[in-house]
């Protein structure tokens, strides 16, 4: 540490991004969280269902799906979730998206870059990368789309195109967490366009949101640029919730 910065530190002492709490030498400096938060934030255990990323350990090595997802059709091939959305995961979320608290934006990013780095065939293939968008009207409330945040890290990080642009969210809907399983299949029908679909035509995307609950939102994304000819899709978030 130079003396600069150690004498900062002095003044300016580093925080939890989660807590506020000092850092400790025990804490993750490079994702500015500490070492209590960090061990809090739990991983969602592989192997996964290939569909909806839901954690399918202690269940038998041949098994690729969940017990919902062979019910349901899907207009993506396969979907991860790196954490599991409890405890400081959800606390920081909350904080990041209703709270504005941007600081947490390089946390989350930090982590999935990590997530992906542990599980490359995430982006083998991967053509391009798409942010779910927010509609204009949500846009402007929070000044910001956490999703976007995580799409342009990882486009950063692994010199992947950020094709967020090409993606609209033409209706404004309630907020998913709002509502129940079925109410949000319906609520997001029909939501979204590709407004260049030329840049996405035969492209392998990488669709990318900050939690996976139902999948639906993921979905019409999909279902989207599949009516535009995208190639393959994929989908990345952050968490998973129950």
């Known amino acids: 540490m130079g003396i600069i910065s150690g004498m900062l530190n002095l003044v ?17 400096e490079d994702l500015s ?16 269902c290939v569909k909806c990323g839901r954690s399918l350990r202690g269940l038998v090595d041949s098994v690729e799906t969940c017990w919902e997802c062979p019910k349901k059709e899907f207009f993506y091939e396969r979907s991860w ?11 920081a979320l909350h904080l990041l998206k209703y709270s504005k608290k ?11 870059v990590r997530f992906i780095k542990e599980n490359p065939e995430i982006i083998e293939g ?5 942010a779910v968008p927010l509609h204009s009207v949500k846009f402007r409330e929070r000044e910001f789309n956490q999703a976007h945040l995580l799409a342009a890290a990882i486009a950063g990080e692994f010199d992947i195109t950020d094709l967020s642009r090409c993606l609209k ?3 404004s809907t309630r907020p998913q967490s709002e509502l129940d399983k079925n109410e949000r299949l319906e609520n997001v029908k029909g939501t979204f366009e590709v407004i260049k679909p030329t840049l996405v035509y035969n492209k392998n995307l990488l669709i ?24 393959k899709l994929n989908c990345l978030t952050f968490a998973r919730g129950a």
């Open 12 to 28: 300016y002492p580093a925080v939890c991004g989660i807590c506020d709490r000092k850092l400790s030498s025990e804490s993750d």
């Open 33 to 48: 969280i500490c070492a209590d938060c960090a061990v809090k934030i739990k991983k969602n255990p592989a192997p996964y």
């Open 81 to 91: 979730s790196g954490f599991l959305y409890e405890g400081p995961v959800k606390d």
């Open 102 to 112: 941007l600081s947490l934006g390089s946390l989350f990013c930090g982590l999935l």
């Open 126 to 130: 991967t053509d391009g990368i798409a």
């Open 169 to 171: 969210r033409a209706v």
């Open 208 to 231: 990318v949101d900050d939690l996976f609950t139902t999948g639906a939102t993921l979905n019409e994304c999909s279902k989207a640029l599949k009516k535009t000819r995208a190639g």
